[in-house]
């Protein structure tokens, strides 16, 4: 069974970057696993933040990208805000009509 | 605007079978752009992927679910459905439904959710 990694936690200050990561357990994360990224605060549904790699969801800033770096994908988040501090999950499809959930990460803005 | 409402009983007994149903508005569940699909996650814990369904039909499993989960589509009332049998605590979850882009193969749009708690 594949695994989707993520780093459980991170913590920015305000005004900061950060950059998320989400990999496989084994392999290489490519743009063939069509990555997408939700945001999720508590007691709320997530909101998708970025989707095939790259594509902002609409309504969403700018500061928020993703991308390919290395091997895996990744979420960057420039000037962080106090709104954003939030769980944020990764998912990659796996073909075949299969999607696997990262186990998220906790980003505490301080 | 799509809305997306997930809809069902609260509270399940063990070894029953949970049954929610996902209403579509603001859009059609016979689009071939989309798939429709279920995720959960428990009380702390993270999101899972239950299954996925196309507008024809074609149904996609996590395959640790997969003996378990039926997922149906009733164009007619603009639905889709979860059936999850066998139930246990370790089913207690919020459980939402959402619609999937077929070229983006990602979760566009998000329910609300709706949490269910497996007890007796």
């Known amino acids: 069974q594949t695994v989707v990694t993520q780093e459980p936690s991170f913590s920015v200050s305000p005004g900061g970057t950060v950059t998320l990561t989400c990999g496989l357990s084994s392999g290489s994360v490519s743009t063939s696993y069509y990555p997408s990224w939700y945001q999720q605060t508590p007691g709320q549904a997530p909101r998708t933040l970025i989707y095939?790699?790259?594509t902002r969801s609409s309504g969403v800033p700018d500061r928020f990208s993703g991308s390919i770096l290395g091997n895996k994908a990744a979420l960057i988040i420039t000037g962080a805000q106090a709104d954003d501090e939030s769980d944020y999950y990764c998912?990659?499809?796996?073909?075949?009509?299969?999607?696997?959930f990262g186990g998220g990460t906790k980003l505490t803005v301080l | 605007q799509l809305q997306l409402q997930e809809s069902g009983p609260g509270l399940v007994k063990p070894s029953e079978t949970l049954s929610l149903t996902c209403t579509v508005s603001g859009g059609s569940i016979s689009s071939n752009t989309y798939y429709w699909g279920w995720i959960r996650q428990p009380p702390g814990k993270g999101l899972e992927w239950i299954g996925s369904?196309?507008?024809?039909?074609?149904?996609y499993y996590n395959p640790s679910l997969k003996s378990r989960v039926t997922i149906s589509v009733d164009t007619s009332k603009n639905q889709f459905s979860l059936r999850l049998s066998s139930v246990t605590a370790a089913d207690t979850a919020v459980y939402y439904c959402?619609?999937?882009?077929?070229?983006?193969?990602?979760?566009?749009?998000w329910g609300r959710g709706t949490l269910v708690t497996v007890s007796s």
């Open positions: 998912v990659l499809y796996m073909g075949s009509g299969i999607w696997v």
């Open positions: 095939s790699t790259n």
């Open positions: 369904i196309f507008y024809s039909g074609s149904t």
């Open positions: 959402a619609r999937l882009g077929s070229a983006s193969y990602s979760f566009r749009n």
